[in-house]
Nanobody, 118 residues
């Protein structure tokens, strides 16, 4: 199983970006999906998560600005980011709990850089 994240880039404060993360391989189903971020010198933190049933949770710092969604047919999770702030600058990683015919395990994407200029 591989996760491929995309959609990062450079944007001005107040702008928007949409991240995508697609899983590929021999996948039976995907349970929880989530986005994390890590800024320089800081620990990786949860940004948003979504369960297989569609329940979502967000870090307080992004509530009302970011929206997580998923497309189960495409094994893809999205993060719509709006009203971006310089403090949102970080490498964003996707994570999925994936069941294959053999095992269930957690997988991480390679990370995509988001830079917000003031």
């Amino acid at each position: 199983v591989q996760l491929q994240a995309s959609g990062g880039g450079l944007v001005q404060a107040g702008g928007s970006l949409k991240l995508s993360c697609a899983a590929s391989g021999k996948i039976f189903n995907i349970k929880d999906m989530g986005w994390y971020r890590q800024a320089p010198g800081k620990l990786r933190e949860l940004v948003a998560g979504i369960t297989s049933g569609g329940s979502t949770n967000y870090a307080d710092s992004v509530k009302g600005r970011f929206t997580i969604s998923r497309d189960n047919a495409k094994n893809t999770v999205y993060l719509q980011m709006g009203t971006l702030k310089p403090e949102d600058t970080a490498i964003y990683y996707c994570k999925m709990r994936v069941s294959t015919p053999l095992i269930e395990s957690t997988y991480w994407g390679q990370g995509t850089q988001v830079t917000v200029s003031s």
